[in-house]
């Protein structure tokens, strides 16, 4: 079976991986417009690599009153368990020789003031009585703050009431290396070809039920051919939706959302004084993808400081690709769709357009009442994050990812932004049940399963605590996260 996957970002390459470990039997091409893996959004500096696993992000909790719900954090958590059951796979089969290429432990914190100190607390109380987040510590005391998260305490004056919770064992991502890797070892030990340079410009079934692409390749036309699609894009997966003649592409619109963050190179000392990534509340009226945060971040042993992201309204598929594309990448009819989310969503659209004008200086004012005075301690500059591109499906703007795959099984696709990176081996593994069951169904292919993932029922590593603790230290170990 012949199966295309486009696009090398973590999703299409974990896709491929996981792919080849269960059936290799399978003949894969991955297919890059790019001149080589992980450099879309997955790329180091595109995100803000944080291993999501709810430990620290508030907008995963909602609060209603005094009622918290904690489903999509527990969701999450596992999803997250999942994935680095994948990584930990890799690393003990030699496919990745050291893990802090691509994973570092680093605090996952939050920190909110006055006015959110009950809602911290009771957080706290819901989740650190789940095993997920049992390790969970919570403290309204100026100094113990100022212990776990220096650089977000040195400049506040000692009257200022602050609360935060802290997780030792949380992570720093860098998903461009992971890609990078998984590629490498993907093609030189599991036989993916990966074609880099190829821009697939549209899918489209062939009379005798293949799929043919459309390509090109330094200004040359080329055709693929494959029984099974698999579209990893990005945001580029739109586009290919829209021009793939599958009856459910209609009810599917990108709304795209840009990003910029502050960054400062730190020395390892400086580094070694705030090993965090610290996580605070959204503005009223900003979406979940704005919520400040300041990490520690770690690329090619080299580590920086970043603050942000700064949503920002840029109509593009993806970084580098320009309005053009984005415009082709509509059709007629979805255009009351848009129309009507920017109406639905008027204060978010006005909000995105705001932050779209938003100078160094002001991106600065924000760090200031973050982490006051660590404007001046470090050498800070504004650079440009990935782009994210939402979901509108029937009309309505959704916040998250969607899998989905053409009735007969011959197309799967992933839209949507987040959770994301953090989570793509669990999604893909779904994409991948989905896509081609029978394959995934052999006595070989689930013994397979079961040395790659000991467990990835995200209910029973939510319910059974001991089954996810032996899990979770099995894992860490190999990750190097203690
Ligand atoms: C500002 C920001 C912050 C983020 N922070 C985090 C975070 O902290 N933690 C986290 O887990 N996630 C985070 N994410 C999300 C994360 O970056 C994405 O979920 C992840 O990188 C998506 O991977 P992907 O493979 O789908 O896309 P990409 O990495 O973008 O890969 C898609 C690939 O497809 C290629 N492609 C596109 N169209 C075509 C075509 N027509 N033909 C051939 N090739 C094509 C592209 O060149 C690209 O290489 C963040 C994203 C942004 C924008």
Redesign the pocket.
């Known amino acids: 079976m012949k199966v295309i996957v486009?696009?090398?970002?973590?999703?299409?390459v974990t896709l491929a991986t996981l792919a080849k470990e269960l059936a290799p039997e399978l003949d894969i091409t991955i297919?890059?417009?790019?001149d080589g893996p992980?450099?879309?959004?997955?790329w180091v500096f595109?995100?803000?690599?944080?291993g999501?696993e709810a430990n620290c992000e508030l907008n995963y909790t909602p609060v209603d009153g005094e009622v918290i719900s904690v489903e999509k954090a527990l969701k999450i958590h596992a999803q997250f368990n999942v994935a680095k059951q994948f990584w930990a796979y890799l690393v003990e089969k030699g496919a990745i020789k050291d893990p802090t290429t691509f994973i570092n432990q680093t605090k996952h914190c939050t920190l909110v003031s006055e006015s959110f100190i009950e809602e911290l607390a009771l957080r706290h109380k819901e989740m650190s009585g789940h095993h997920f987040f049992e390790d969970m510590r919570y403290s309204d005391d100026f100094d113990e703050i100022k212990s776990w998260i220096p650089y977000t305490m040195e400049g506040r004056p000692r009257h200022e009431k602050m609360a935060a919770t802290v997780i030792e064992t949380g992570t720093d991502v860098n998903?461009g290396s992971l890609t990078e890797q998984m590629a490498e070892y993907a093609a030189r030990d599991l036989g993916v070809a990966i074609e880099y340079g190829?821009?697939?410009k549209r899918a489209h079934r062939s009379p005798a039920g293949s799929w043919l692409l459309e390509t090109e390749r330094n200004g040359t036309a080329t055709q693929y051919k494959a029984d099974v699609l698999f579209v990893?894009?990005?945001?580029?997966a739109f586009?290919?939706l829209k021009r793939s003649h599958l009856p459910f592409a209609r009810r599917f619109a990108g709304f795209p959302v840009g990003?910029r963050f502050l960054q400062a190179p730190v020395t390892p000392e400086q580094a070694d004084q705030y090993r965090a990534k610290t996580y605070g509340r959204a503005e009223v009226g900003a979406p979940p993808?704005s919520v400040p945060h300041l990490d520690l971040r770690v690329a090619n042993g080299q580590h920086y400081l970043l603050f942000g992201?700064f949503a920002s309204f840029k109509p593009v598929l993806?970084k580098g690709r320009g309005f053009i594309d984005y415009l082709r990448s509509m059709r007629l009819h979805d255009i009351p769709g848009l129309l009507s989310v920017a109406i639905e969503n008027f204060p978010l659209v006005k909000y995105l357009v705001s932050e779209t004008f938003k100078g160094e200086q002001s991106m600065l004012d924000s760090l200031e009442k973050f982490a006051p005075g660590l404007g001046d301690k470090f050498n800070w500059q504004a650079v440009e994050?990935?782009?994210?591109v939402q979901i509108i499906k029937d009309g309505d703007l959704q916040m998250g990812t969607e899998i989905i795959v053409s009735s007969d099984k011959t197309y799967g696709t992933?839209l949507g932004?987040?959770?994301?990176?953090?989570v793509?081996p669990e999604v893909m593994l779904r994409a991948l049940e989905q896509l081609m069951p029978a394959r995934l169904n052999t006595e070989k292919a689930r013994s397979k399963l079961k040395a790659i993932f000991p467990e990835d029922n995200l209910e029973i590593l939510a319910n059974d605590a001991e089954r996810y603790r032996e899990i979770r230290d099995g894992v860490n170990q190999s990750l190097g996260i203690v």
């Not at 297919?31 to 790019?34: A, D, H, T």
């Not at 932004?417 to 953090?422: I, K, L, Q, R």
């Open positions: 486009i696009g090398a970002g973590i999703m299409g297919l890059e417009r790019l992980g450099a879309g959004n997955s595109n995100n803000a690599g944080t999501h998903f190829v821009h697939v990893g894009a990005g945001g580029g586009q290919l990003g993808m992201p993806e994050a990935g782009q994210r992933l932004a987040s959770p994301g990176a953090s793509s």
